[in-house]
Nanobody, 115 residues
Framework: QVQLVESGGGLVQAGGSLRLSCAAS????????MGWYRQTPGNERELVAR???????NYADSVKGRFSISRDKTKNMWFLQMNSLKPEDTGVYSC?????????WGQGTQVTVSS
């Protein structure tokens, strides 16, 4: 079992920045991949950014150049730095981990970007 807890969401004006954090606990040594997904109003959940086991990172086209994912292995955490936020980035952001071919999700944190 793996537990994921996000923090760092909130309300920000367009052009602003937020940093999301995800803290993992449990059987964390078996985490293969990790990342962030979001669900924006009226849309299905979509990938934002993820880190593969070898360190390869990929981003959704909509956030490239604005968002950055990173991890701190010593603290079993990963982060999403979000810059130049746009109103269309508004949504619920969830951290995600793949452990032994099973998906784990955090509870989600709301990000609201005002115009």
């Amino acid at each position: 079992q793996v537990q994921l807890v996000e923090s760092g969401g909130g309300l920000v004006q367009a052009g602003g920045s937020l940093r999301l954090s995800c803290a993992a606990s449990g059987v964390i040594s078996y985490i293969n991949y990790m990342g962030w997904y979001r669900q924006t109003p009226g849309n299905e959940r979509e990938l934002v950014a993820r880190i593969f086991g070898g360190g390869t990172i990929n981003y959704a086209d909509s956030v490239k150049g604005r968002f950055s994912i990173s991890r701190d292995k010593t603290k079993n955490m990963w982060f999403l730095q979000m810059n130049s936020l746009k109103p269309e980035d508004t949504g619920v952001y969830s951290c995600w981990a793949l452990v032994r071919q099973r998906d784990y999700w955090g509870q989600g944190t709301q990000v609201t970007v005002s115009s």
